[in-house]
């Protein structure tokens, strides 16, 4: 069953066909808010309010307008800025710092660059974050993201490369410990 | 950054977050209250009360009556206890 079948569905009073919505998007959605928060149970309360918040609002979803999906995203993408701007302190806190002491250095240093990497990722500016998450976490494509952003492709493709270019610092930062 | 680094295989890790198995089930859940209420809503059930309530706050006149009547009431049910136990 597509979106627009399943919306069809749910809107014809079947409602349990909003679980296919939610089975198809939720991985996606939930990631997304993780990767944003570093939170995993918050990211999963917010999930649920995007999905209710999408149901209540599903009577003036226009499919002239745009992809279920895409209006789907924007709706988690606002709601995730707005628990950003009034949380950050606590998600900050909660990104993990560099892995301690461990047996296998290879797992050692891999461990430390996974943390390193959710550090700068975490401190990367929103729109970057969200953007360089979308594109390399969650692997949508810079016209979807153009689309839920409502920014132009090369915009989208600027805040990537940007989030790149602080990875890459970090990654090229450590290597030299990695190889040797 | 080559297929092997730790760059891929950070962003492999982070692509597979697991959600809970209950999420799905969670949500109807909460769309189910959701239709719920609005059900009650739109058949007035628990907005009967609600709004009988509101109704009586917003009017001193009817505010009265009902004190009155609970008055009445009370007295009522004396008199009426005071001749069973008198009638004994």
């Known amino acids: ?180 | 950054m080559n297929d092997n680094d730790p760059y891929q295989s950070w962003l492999e890790k982070s692509r597979n977050i697991e959600v809970s198995p209950d999420f799905s089930r969670e949500v109807m859940a909460r769309i189910s209250g959701y239709e719920h209420e609005r059900g009650e809503e739109a058949t007035g059930k628990p907005g009967l009360l609600r709004g009988w309530l509101e109704w009586i706050s917003l009017h001193p006149v009817a505010q009265t009556v009902l004190i009155v009547a609970g008055l009445l009431l009370g007295v009522a049910r004396l008199v009426a206890s005071l001749e069973f136990i008198l009638s004994l």
């Open chain 1, 1 to 180: 069953m597509d979106d627009e079948e399943a919306i069809r569905r749910v809107l014809d009073g079947q409602t349990d066909c909003f679980g296919v919505l939610i089975e198809k998007y939720q991985k996606k959605i939930v990631g997304t808010i993780y990767h944003m928060t570093r939170d995993h149970h918050f990211s999963e309360d917010l999930g649920q309010d995007v999905f209710l918040e999408v149901y209540r609002n599903l009577p003036s979803f226009d499919p002239a307008r745009g992809r279920f999906s895409t209006w789907l995203y924007r709706i988690a993408r606002n709601k995730t800025l707005n628990a950003i701007k009034s949380k950050k302190p606590v998600f900050l806190s909660e990104i993990p710092e560099a892995a301690s002491e461990r047996n296998a250095f290879h797992e050692v240093v891999s461990e430390e660059l996974h943390a390193e990497f959710d550090r700068i990722l975490g401190q990367l500016p929103v729109k970057q974050r969200i953007a360089f998450v979308w594109a390399e976490i969650e692997q949508l494509s810079y016209q979807d993201i153009a689309e839920i952003e409502g920014i132009s492709v090369g915009t989208v493709k600027s805040r990537i490369n940007s989030a790149r270019q602080q990875l890459r610092k970090a990654f090229g930062a450590r290597k030299g410990i990695t190889y040797e």
